[in-house]
């Protein structure tokens, strides 16, 4: 079977900000480590085109939706994925013809099988949210929103809308879905949400309005092309019709359910409650987790356009560079978690840990092989006790962060386990002091610095293969300064378990001082 993981499908309404890059890195390094694993991945991303809030982005820019989504992906979405080094699978658009086609089938499914029927609905609507809100949910306007009704999550007065719409049997599932839920603990992830939406399960659901009929920018409803499916059902529906839903059975089957759907909390519900009954409606089985990373704060406000804290990721790539954008954000924020970004954060840890204790690390490794030994890789022929502990460091690191970032999420966690054993391996060096046992012309010490060398140049050889999921292009300079690409090959062919294996970076190996990893900040 595959594993298959996904990002939600993005709002084309604006161009893409660090909240929603946070996610897609989320995702491209856990599709990026289980293939280090040897694993079948499917890595899947996309845009979300339809509905009202795009429908008016579009005529307010004076153009139509499709090619306001249509100038989006082109210009925005896709360049920046591709600029950040994202490994997707597949981009799927709400607008292809194999999603849409395939939506209008599910769909009519669920009305043969009597889960949908014709209503009207009066309530408050949230246009960002494209979603109608109970009103103990919504706060009380202040200032020039006074005496209005606002979203909780935009801060924008919600619309009264009254329609006659179809409705989904949600409330239909209220028990299936507890069951669920208690059956599997890990379902949804963190543990804080999965509380949350047990106890907005535990009140009731109520029926689930999936058509509008104000409006027509959707996907048309199959029996009646007076209304537009529910922006929502259409969007949950990418992650069935992008692996071959009614399509492809062979594709479908190896790969649907996504074992790892990573969402925003903001939208969790529409994952962890709408998602999983729509698939109980149709028979089809549940994702074997949703886990939702908190917001991406600046001055204590949610990152978003609305309150003017978006900030692009090439502002920061630009400066600190793709590879330390990567990883900073993992490595700064526990998944799951909300977490703050500055900028003197990140240039502190930059500095500290990038540049200080890993770029510095080779520099120094690479540097000595070249002046004693000419760039020849040495032979270890002097162990003790001291290279052991660096071994078994080794292993401890590549169990932590195999065990943290492959099955537990916890990318920091893993990314600290492997900068454990960097400052490990600095303190090693520091310790046996390589410089003193060059001026000894004995042939013990000659042995001593030969062992000394390989080990820490062994050390960055499994090092480059644990951070390769986060930081791909730096991981590849030190590969190719290590000499290793020559006698193992390519880094992407290296796997995991690889890592831990003492010993495959062959003596003779040639090594280059390369550019520095991490230049110093300007």
Known sequence: MTYYVTTPIYYVNDAPHLGHAYTTLAADVLARWHRRRGEDVWFLTGTDEHGQKILRTAEA????????ADRLVHESWQPLWEHLEIANDDFIRTTQQRHTDRVREFVQDLHDRGEIYQDSYEGPYCVDCEEFKLPGELLDGEGEYAGRKLCPIHKKPVELL??????????????????????????????????????FVRQGLQDLSVSRSTFDWGVKVPWDEQHVIYVWIDALLNYATAVGYNENPEKFGSTFPADVHLVGKDILRFHAVIWPALLLANGLPLPGRI????????????MSKSNLTGIKPQDLTAHFGVDA???YFLRAIAFGQDGSF???????????????DYGNLASRVTAMV????????PAATADGEAERAVREGLARAVAEADRRIGEELDFQGGILAVFDFVKQVNGYLTEQQPWKAAKDPSEEAAARLATILYTAAESLRAVAVLLGPVMPETSGKLWESLGAEASLGALADQRIQDAAEWGR??????????????PRLS
Not at 163 to 176: G, H, I, M, Q, V
Not at 342 to 355: G, Q
Not at 509 to 515: D, F, I, M, N
């Open 370 to 377: 070249g002046g004693y030994f000419d760039g020849e890789l």
């Open 505 to 518: 970076l062959p003596a003779g190996a040639t090594v280059t001082k390369g550019a520095v990893l991490f």
């Open 162 to 199: 009254k329609e006659e719409n179809y409705f989904f049997r949600l409330s239909a599932y209220t028990d299936r879905l507890l069951a669920h839920y208690e059956a599997n603990p890990g379902f949804i992830q963190p543990e804080s949400a999965r509380n949350e939406v047990v106890n």
């Open 291 to 302: 886990a939702a990373n908190g917001w991406l704060l600046v001055g204590g406000e949610k």
């Open 342 to 356: 500055s900028w003197e954060d990140f240039s502190a840890r930059y500095t500290s840990e990038l540049a200080n």
């Open 325 to 327: 954008y990567r990883w």
């Open 61 to 68: 820019n004076g153009v139509g939706p499709k090619e306001w």
